[in-house]
Nanobody
Framework: QVQLVESGGGLVQAGGSLRLSCAAS????????MGWYRQAPGKQRELVAT???????RYADSVKGRFSVSRDTARKTVFLQMYGLNSEDTAVYYC?????????????WGQGTQVTVSS
C-alpha cells in the first residue's frame, strides 16, 4: 500500500507564495506520475498540475505562469510552487500518485492541505 503525506498549506496574503510538498511511501512500487488537484467550497475537484516521472508537466490554464510543479524522484516527492496567489486559489489541495506494482496500476490520494488566500 502507498501513502501520501502532504505539507505546506496555510494562510497567505494575495500576491504571496506558498510551496506544497507531497511525499509517497510504502511497499516497493514504481511511480508513473504525481499531481495536484484542488477543491474549493461548492465546486468540483479540478486539476492544478501533474508531472510524469519522466518530467513532462501539465497545468490548468488558470495557474499557468504562476505555479510550477516539480519532483524529486529519489525521495518520491512532488512539489507545487505557487506564486501570485489570489482569492480564487483558495481551496483544499490534494496530491495524488499514479503508481504500479507489477502489472497493477493504482491511483492514491492524499488527505489534502488547506490553502487560504486573504485579500
Amino acid at each position: 500500500q502507498v501513502q501520501l503525506v502532504e505539507s505546506g498549506g496555510g494562510l497567505v496574503q494575495a500576491g504571496g507564495s506558498l510551496r506544497l510538498s507531497c511525499a509517497a511511501s510504502g511497499s516497493v512500487f514504481s511511480i508513473n506520475a504525481m499531481g495536484w488537484y484542488r477543491q474549493a467550497p461548492g465546486k468540483q475537484r479540478e486539476l492544478v498540475a501533474t508531472i510524469t516521472w519522466g518530467g513532462s508537466t501539465r497545468y490548468a490554464d488558470s495557474v499557468k505562469g504562476r505555479f510550477s510543479v516539480s519532483r524529486d524522484t529519489a525521495r518520491k516527492t512532488v512539489f507545487l510552487q505557487m506564486y501570485g496567489l489570489n482569492s480564487e486559489d483558495t481551496a483544499v489541495y490534494y496530491c495524488n500518485v499514479n503508481w504500479r506494482n507489477g502489472l497493477v496500476t493504482t491511483t492514491t490520494w492524499g488527505q489534502g492541505t488547506q490553502v487560504t488566500v486573504s485579500s
